[in-house]
């Protein structure tokens, strides 16, 4: 999600690209980019070069992209850290592993407590998105 001052400010210095309103934020607006109704489609981030990889400083990252390519996400009433899917070069690493680095390492609690401080990250669960972790949602 990027503020309204951050999506300007990235307007300003890397040009034109398409955002949507998700609650008081904004979020990229992928849809233009796909070119198919294909779950297995690939539509790569405006950011992203494809030598280079991302172009964005890390201060200018906002929260989905530095947590890449794990997801926030709602399942039912649950919340949910999963794997994303299109993301090749983890879903080359065993599973096991990338689960025991959410679960045993703590990045899944860091995750469920940000979710919890802003919910408007939380996106709608994908059957295809491999799920690490599992936690009852609380709201504040």
């Known amino acids: 999600l990027f503020s309204k ?3 300007s400010l ?3 210095k890397y040009g034109d690209f398409a955002v949507k309103p998700v ?8 849809e233009p980019l796909y070119k198919t109704d294909s779950n297995d489609e690939f539509a790569p981030c405006p950011f992203l070069d494809q030598k280079k990889g991302c172009i964005l400083k890390d201060t200018e ?6 947590i890449w390519p794990l997801r926030i996400m709602r399942q039912n009433k649950d919340i949910v850290i999963v794997l994303t899917p299109t993301c090749t ?11 025991k680095l959410v679960v045993q390492d703590g990045l899944g609690e860091v995750l469920f407590k940000e979710a919890q401080k802003t919910p408007d990250i939380i996106k709608d669960y994908r ?3 491999p ?4 936690k009852e949602y ?3």
Not at 61 to 66: L, N, V
Not at 89 to 99: D, L, R, S, V
């Open 89 to 99: 070069a983890i879903n080359n690493q065993p599973i096991e592993k990338i689960k």
């Open 5 to 7: 001052k951050q999506t």
């Open 10 to 12: 990235l307007k300003k």
């Open 131 to 134: 799920i690490l972790m599992r």
């Open 23 to 30: 609650g008081n934020s904004f979020t990229l607006n992928m």
């Open 127 to 129: 059957k295809d998105f």
């Open 61 to 66: 990252k906002p929260f989905d992209c530095k």
């Open 138 to 140: 609380m709201q504040c």
